[in-house]
């Protein structure tokens, strides 16, 4: 009949529509247009049935039901109609700092870095809620890694000292604070796996990076013409109408580059530039120092002396022990079993809150506080600290 007619023709009008939409892949909307689509499909099928099927008499007993059914199906339908619409219109204003056809930020996946089948160049969206795919990722990955983030990095920033476009916040700002994205994603894992890990060989790579990172860093802020558009922006901020959102990261970044010495004569950036990098030398040496104290330090301790002390501290210091040899010649009889505090924030910070043993919580205390000044000729904390205030010193002359 002609009700039929009408629910198809609107059917396909709506499934069309929707499908017009789903380029968006919004997972609500996606879930919201089956549910629909769905129940068009069998309410039609239904009415068809029960039209064939059913006497007149008792038809008539479903009218108004059909009635109210349509009009559901009707407003869902257009509810769900503009929820496509509304996320259309959402998209492109949320995403306008995200998306724009000026922003030069991107992954970086040419053939030459696809052939190096270096796992932290590579698309994590495989993997379980995208984090990084630590168990294929060696300390040999990271050089080129990071080589080519520092280069995917200058590219996003030239990109927006070539924009012809007058300045904005938009082509300049918004595309600068997204810029360098791979970089991040790559120096995120290295961080990580320096603070935690800490082998030799991440070490020995750490070392190795770490100047040229931090002249990496200097550059940014030397790109010629980078910061002329972030000077330009910055000075009329107030009449661009910007968000307090806007306005602070317009402040943020101008401070960033005005103390990088951005304003400075190309001699003192060098100077600055050379600076910067020895001190980011030191600093890597004195942290791995820290860690190299907390990784060799160990109180060891008996039962007896773990008075007070929870259960959870308890098995971490006797996996501890175990893991250092001290209970690898024990008979299952042996009442001599060995509990190790280290200098690990999770194995200290308990004993020294849980333990009921004063005269060992002062020792803990004690090495706590030394970590990095274990006096060890290799690992001369205090010269280096004293190099580090007098590279300080000459760079805050220079400002």
Known sequence: ????????????????????????????????????????????????????????????????RNQLTSLFICGASISTAARAFSVNSNLSVKTHFQMTASSP????????????NNPLLANWSDQPFHLPPFASIDHSHFKPALTAGMEAHMEDLQAIVD??????????????????????????????????????????????????????????????GLFTKIEEIHQKRESLQLTQEQKRLVERIYLDFTRSGAALDKEKQSELTDLNAE?????????????????????????????????????????????????????????????VITLSRSLVEPFLTYSDRRDLR???????????????????NLKIAIQILKTRQKIAKIH
């Not at 396909?12 to 380029?23: D, G, N, S």
């Not at 039962?303 to 210091?317: N, S, T």
């Open 163 to 224: 924009n012809d476009a007058s300045a904005s916040f938009e082509n300049v700002f918004a595309t600068y604070d997204r810029a360098g994205s791979l970089m991040n994603k790559v120096t995120a894992v290295f961080s990580n796996m320096c603070s935690s890990l800490n082998t030799d060989e991440l070490q020995s790579v750490q070392r190795e990076m770490a100047p040229i990172l931090s002249r990496h860093q200097s550059e940014t802020y030397q790109i010629p």
């Open 362 to 380: 002062k020792v803990a205390w004690n090495a706590w506080i030394r970590r990095g000044e274990m006096n060890l000729p290799e690992r001369d």
């Open 105 to 116: 930020t991107r992954y970086h996946t040419s053939s030459s870095m696809e052939k190096n």
């Open 1 to 64: 009949g002609r009700r039929g007619t009408n629910f198809l023709l609107f059917f396909f009008f709506f499934f069309f529509f929707l499908m017009k939409h789903y380029r968006l892949k919004d997972q609500k909307s996606k879930i919201s247009a089956s549910i629909f689509s769905s129940f068009y499909i069998f309410y039609i099928i239904g009415d068809l049935m029960r039209r064939a099927i059913l006497p007149q008499q008792i038809r008539r007993g479903y009218k108004k």
């Open 279 to 339: 001190l980011a030398t030191l600093t890597t040496s004195f942290t791995q120092n820290v860690m190299k104290d907390e990784e060799e330090y160990e109180l060891v301790l008996t039962k007896d002396d773990m008075v007070g002390c929870p259960d959870f501290l308890l098995e971490a210091a006797r996996t501890a022990a175990s893991e250092r040899n001290h209970n690898s010649k024990l008979d299952d009889n042996d009442d001599g079993e060995k509990y």
